[in-house]
């Protein structure tokens, strides 16, 4: 089965500061990757997601993530953070298990982003 | 359109009861998914169904039960409550699986006594 690791539960940054969550996978064919973002009391949103189509996917809200499969990283960046930043992000790798691909979760990076 | 929607938000049992969490979507999705969150743990898959009378089990489906009857509706059944099943629970649906994406209702967080 496929993992997923996120380095740094918790990331804290300045307000304009560059953003950079780190998530790196096993897998030992090509995956599907996602970023997932949750903000307080609400379920998970999608921010972005690797297909193969590009290395470089553009998300909402200004993120960004490239796919370095030398690596096995999918790390999320934002050039300068806001504070509506501020939430827990979550990395996963669509991985083939039972009788259908199933989404498995990183364990989450909580984002502040400080005035 | 009101995506996917969960009820109760809240909930307070007493070690030994049982209660359903409800899911319900308005997408037409035929896969859907049951997620608890813990602390620093991520998500974990308790149980999912890729269409309508057809469920199975996912990495920790112990102490739970769900069913399947309309492609709409996705309960999750939990008998004889432990403290250990305190957690909050998602539901999600998708389209499809691959690469598609999973849409999540809001959550119900559950406190077992």
């Known amino acids: 089965a496929q993992s997923v690791t996120q380095l740094g539960s918790h990331v804290s940054v300045s307000e304009g500061a560059l953003v950079l969550l780190r998530c790196n996978y096993s897998s030992s064919v090509p995956p599907y990757l996602f970023w997932y973002v949750q903000y307080p009391n609400q379920g998970l949103q999608l921010l972005l997601k690797?297909?193969?189509?590009?290395?470089l996917v553009k998300g909402i809200n200004g993120f960004e993530a490239e796919f370095k499969k030398s690596e096995t990283s999918f790390h999320l960046t934002k050039p300068s953070a806001h504070m509506s930043d501020a939430a827990e992000y979550f990395c996963?790798?669509?991985?083939?298990?039972?009788?259908?691909?199933?989404?498995?979760f990183g364990s989450g990076t909580q984002l502040t982003v400080l005035p | 359109n009101a995506g996917v929607t969960q009820t109760p938000k809240f909930r307070i049992l007493k070690i030994g009861q049982s209660m359903t969490l409800q899911c319900t979507q308005d997408?037409?999705?035929?896969?859907m998914y049951w997620y608890r969150q813990d602390p620093g743990m991520g998500l974990k898959l308790i149980y999912y169904?890729?269409?309508?009378?057809?469920?199975d089990k996912g990495e920790v489906p112990n102490g739970y039960n769900v069913s399947r009857s309309t492609t709409e509706d996705f309960p999750l059944r939990l008998e004889l409550a432990a403290p250990s099943q305190t957690s909050v629970y998602f539901c999600?649906?998708?389209?499809?699986?691959?690469?598609?994406?999973?849409?999540f209702g809001q959550g119900t967080r559950l406190t077992v006594v």
């Open positions: 996963a790798v669509s991985d083939f298990r039972g009788s259908a691909r199933q989404l498995t």
């Open positions: 169904s890729v269409g309508a009378g057809i469920t």
């Open positions: 997408m037409n999705h035929n896969y």
């Open positions: 690797y297909t193969s189509a590009a290395t």
């Open positions: 999600a649906s998708s389209y499809g699986t691959g690469d598609t994406e999973a849409f």
